[in-house]
C-alpha cells in the first residue's frame, strides 16, 4: 500500500460499547447514537485526515463474535474479512473487558493489523477500577492498546497516530494456543487448504471456523476430511478462549469497587421487575406525551405569531405587485398555509426527541426490551423484537431496517409487520390538531391513548400470527443490560437535530409539493379554474369515497382527499386539511377554532375525530416505508398484502369506534 493512500479502517466491537459514538467524535458524522444495543444496522463510512495521511473509517454494526446469526452479524463479518480494510479497530467497552475480549480474540485470529481501543476509561475511574495498559498488549501479542473516552473526546489522536503507524504491521495470528488435539487438526487443515485453494487468506481462522462447522466457512471453502472434521469443535474452543481471557483479565484489570453498579441494580428492581415493569414503562411514555404538549404548546406561540407575520407579509407584498389573484392563493393558500402549518407542530416534535433521546442515551430503552420479553415471548417473539418497534416511535424506515437485528427470517416478517403500527413522530401533527380541537381538556391523554392503541393492535396481530403458525418459538433474549448513565448533551443534540432536519426536509420538499399538488386539484376542474371548490378534481374524487367512508365517520370529500394526500407523508393529511378548508396558521388558537366551526358544519364531531386518529395511526403507511418494506422483504407479494391489510385494518377500526361511540 502507497503512503499516500487512504487507509480504510474497520470499527468493530460489542453492541453498546461506543463505536458510533466514538466513530462521530473522530469524523463529526452524525450518525445515531443511543445506549441501548441495535443501532447501527449497516455499515456508515466517514474520512478523518491525521498529519496528512487520510483515511476512511467504517462504522459496523455490533457484534459479540465473528460467527454470523443475524443480518447485522453477517455485515459486519463481511466488512472486516475485505481485503481493502487495511486496519481493524476492535473498540472495546473497558468497563466490561472481559465480555469484550472475546470478539478480540476471534479479530487476532485473522492476522490483520488489530488496534484495541480500550473506550468507556472514564467509567472505569469511576468505578474505581485499574487496567494494566502496557501488560494488556504484550499478552495479546504486541497490539497497539489505546485508552479513549468517545464521550469526553479523549485519547482520540493518539488512536489516529496508532492507525497511522501500525496499519501495515500484520498481526500474529497465534495468540492463543489450543489444546494439542485441537492443534493437530488445525494444521493438518490448514495444509489441505493450502492444497485446495492456494492463495487462501486467513488460514489459520478458516481452520478453527471449519472446526466449529461454521455455516458460511463450511460453504465457501468445503473439504471432504471426515477423520479430521468428525465433529463440531465449538464448544471446546469457546472454552479455550474464554480460559485465556480469564487469566488475561486476572494479570490486567485491578478491581476495587463500583458504587455505580449498586445504584443500576437498586433502580432496575424497579425499572425491569416483572409485574411493575410494564406500568412503569407505560407511565414514562405518558410523561413524555405530557411534556410533548405542555411545553410544545407553550412554545408554538412563537411560530404562530412568526407564521402570520409571513401570511400577511407575503400577501401585501403580492398585492403591491399586482400579482394575478391565483397566483397569491397558490403562494398564500397553497405552499404557505400547507408548509407553514406543518412547522407549527415543530415544538412539539422537539419536545418528544428530546425525551426519547435522554430515555436511549441514559441506558433505560435497552430495558424497555427486557420487559416486554415476558409479553413478546407468549405472541411468538423475543423481547429483541420490541427495539425496532419503539424505533417506530420515532420513524417507520429505520425501524423496519432495525428488523436485521434478528436472527431469523421469518421473525424478521412478522416484526415487519408490526412496525407500521407503532405511531411514528410523522402522525404526531395530526394527534395535536384533532385531540387539541376536540379535547381540549385531556389532549395529551387522548394522543397518548393512540400511541398505546397502536402497540395493543400489534401484540394483538401478533399474537394472532403466532397461533396461525404453530410450532414456531421465541428465541431467549440475550441483550446487554447497559448501566445507566447521565445523557450526553453532544450526543442527544446529533439525535434531535438528525430528526428535526428529517422533518424540516420533508416540510420543504414532500409536504411542499403535496401542497401545491392539493392547491391545483382544489383550484381546477373539468372545465379549467373553478372559484367553486365543490366543482374542483378533489370535490369529484372525494364525493367517489365519500359512501365508502361515511360509515366510518370520514364521510367528507376532503377528509377523503386528505387522506390520500397523506400517503405522501401522514404530516401531509394536516396541511391538506388546512387548505381544503381554507385555514391560514392552523396549529394556532384561531386556526384550530376556524377548523372546528368548519367540521362542525358537517356534523363532525368528537368522535369523528376520534375515528379519524385511529383511521390515520392505522392506515397504509408513507410512500418511503412501503419502498423500504419492500427492499428489507425482498417481496412485492409480502408488501402488498401489508398495504391491503393495513387499509382495511384502519378501516374495520375506524368503523366500530365511530359506530360504538354513537351509540355511546
Given at each position: 500500500m502507497k503512503k499516500d493512500d487512504k487507509i480504510r479502517v474497520a470499527f468493530v466491537g460489542n453492541p453498546n460499547c461506543g463505536k458510533t459514538t466514538l466513530f462521530n467524535a473522530l469524523t463529526g458524522a452524525n450518525l445515531k447514537v443511543a445506549n441501548w444495543p441495535g443501532v447501527t444496522v449497516e455499515r456508515k463510512e466517514g474520512q478523518v485526515s491525521y498529519k496528512g495521511q487520510k483515511?476512511?473509517?467504517?462504522?459496523?454494526?455490533g457484534i459479540y463474535?465473528?460467527?454470523?446469526?443475524?443480518?447485522?452479524?453477517?455485515?459486519s463479518r463481511r466488512c472486516v474479512m475485505e481485503e481493502e480494510v487495511d486496519v481493524i479497530v476492535n473498540v472495546v467497552d473497558a468497563s466490561s473487558l472481559e465480555r469484550n475480549l472475546y470478539l478480540t480474540m476471534q479479530l487476532l485470529e485473522l492476522g490483520k493489523p488489530v488496534i484495541l481501543a480500550l473506550n468507556m476509561m472514564d467509567v472505569v475511574r469511576e468505578r474505581g477500577m485499574e487496567i494494566d495498559t502496557h501488560r494488556l498488549p504484550e499478552i495479546l501479542g504486541g497490539i497497539p492498546v489505546v485508552p479513549v473516552s468517545a464521550r469526553k473526546r479523549t485519547g482520540l489522536n493518539v488512536l489516529l497516530h496508532a492507525v497511522k503507524h501500525h496499519y501495515e504491521e500484520n498481526q500474529c495470528e497465534k495468540v492463543i494456543t489450543y489444546p494439542k488435539e485441537l492443534e493437530e487438526k488445525i494444521c493438518l487443515l490448514e495444509t489441505l487448504l493450502k492444497k485446495k485453494y492456494p492463495g487462501i487468506p486467513y488460514l489459520r481462522w478458516t481452520a478453527i471456523k471449519l472446526l466449529e462447522s461454521d455455516e458460511e466457512t463450511v460453504n465457501e471453502y468445503p473439504l471432504q476430511a471426515p477423520d479430521i472434521l468428525d465433529r463440531s469443535y465449538e464448544k471446546e474452543i469457546i472454552n479455550c478462549k474464554y480460559n485465556y481471557i480469564e487469566e488475561v483479565v486476572k494479570e490486567v484489570l485491578f478491581?476495587?469497587?463500583s458504587k455505580k453498579e449498586g445504584k443500576t441494580d437498586a433502580v432496575d428492581k424497579v425499572l425491569t421487575h416483572r409485574v411493575w415493569g410494564v406500568p412503569v414503562f407505560l407511565g414514562i411514555m405518558a410523561l413524555v406525551f405530557f411534556l410533548t404538549f405542555t411545553i410544545g404548546d407553550l412554545l408554538k406561540g412563537f411560530f404562530e405569531v412568526g407564521l402570520d407575520a409571513l401570511l400577511a407579509g407575503t400577501t401585501s407584498l403580492l398585492e403591491n405587485m399586482h400579482t394575478a389573484d391565483w397566483l397569491i392563493s397558490l403562494v398564500v393558500d397553497g405552499a404557505i398555509a400547507g408548509?407553514?402549518?406543518?412547522?407549527?407542530?415543530?415544538?412539539?416534535?422537539?419536545?418528544?426527541?428530546l425525551a426519547l433521546g435522554i430515555l436511549e442515551d441514559s441506558g433505560y430503552m435497552s430495558r424497555v426490551a427486557y420487559v416486554m420479553d415476558g409479553i413478546m415471548g407468549k405472541v411468538g417473539l423475543s423481547g429483541k423484537a420490541f427495539l425496532p418497534m419503539v424505533l417506530g416511535f420515532g420513524c417507520t424506515v429505520p425501524a423496519v431496517m432495525a428488523t436485521r437485528t434478528l436472527e431469523k427470517e421469518e421473525d424478521r416478517k412478522r416484526t415487519i409487520f408490526l412496525t407500521p403500527f407503532m405511531s411514528c413522530s410523522a402522525r404526531l401533527p395530526i394527534y395535536v390538531m384533532f385531540s387539541s380541537i376536540f379535547f381540549p381538556d385531556y389532549p395529551a391523554v387522548v394522543a397518548f391513548s393512540m400511541y398505546a392503541l397502536g402497540l395493543v393492535i400489534a401484540i394483538l396481530l401478533a399474537l394472532i400470527i403466532g397461533k396461525i403458525k404453530k410450532g414456531d418459538s421465541a428465541g431467549t433474549l440475550l441483550m446487554e443490560l447497559p448501566e445507566y448513565k447521565m445523557p450526553n448533551a453532544r450526543t442527544i443534540a446529533i439525535y434531535v437535530w438528525e430528526k428535526v432536519k428529517d422533518y424540516l426536509s420533508k416540510a420543504g420538499t414532500t409536504i411542499f409539493i403535496a401542497s401545491i399538488i392539493i392547491w391545483f386539484v382544489l383550484n381546477f376542474g373539468i372545465h379549467g379554474m373553478v372559484t367553486d371548490v365543490s366543482e374542483s378534481f378533489g370535490a369529484m374524487l372525494g364525493h367517489v369515497l365519500v359512501p365508502v367512508l361515511a360509515p366510518a365517520g370520514l364521510g367528507l370529500w376532503q377528509v377523503a382527499v386528505a387522506l390520500i394526500a397523506g400517503l405522501s407523508a401522514k404530516e401531509v393529511v394536516v396541511s391538506s386539511m388546512s387548505v381544503l378548508f381554507g385555514i391560514t396558521n392552523i396549529n394556532s388558537v384561531a386556526g384550530m377554532t376556524g377548523m372546528s366551526a368548519a367540521l362542525a358544519k358537517y356534523g363532525f364531531g368528537p368522535v369523528n375525530a376520534y375515528a379519524m386518529m385511529v383511521f390515520c395511526l392505522l392506515y397504509t403507511p408513507c410512500a418511503a416505508t412501503v419502498a423500504t418494506i419492500r427492499k428489507e422483504s425482498n417481496s412485492w407479494k409480502f408488501t402488498a398484502f401489508m398495504v391491503l391489510f393495513q387499509l382495511i385494518l384502519a378501516y374495520v377500526c375506524a368503523l366500530v369506534v365511530y359506530q360504538v361511540g354513537s351509540l355511546l
Open positions: 483515511m476512511i473509517l467504517v462504522d459496523l454494526p463474535s465473528l460467527t454470523s446469526y443475524s443480518i447485522e452479524e453477517k455485515v478491581y476495587k469497587h408548509v407553514g402549518g406543518i412547522l407549527t407542530f415543530l415544538p412539539n416534535i422537539f419536545i418528544l426527541f
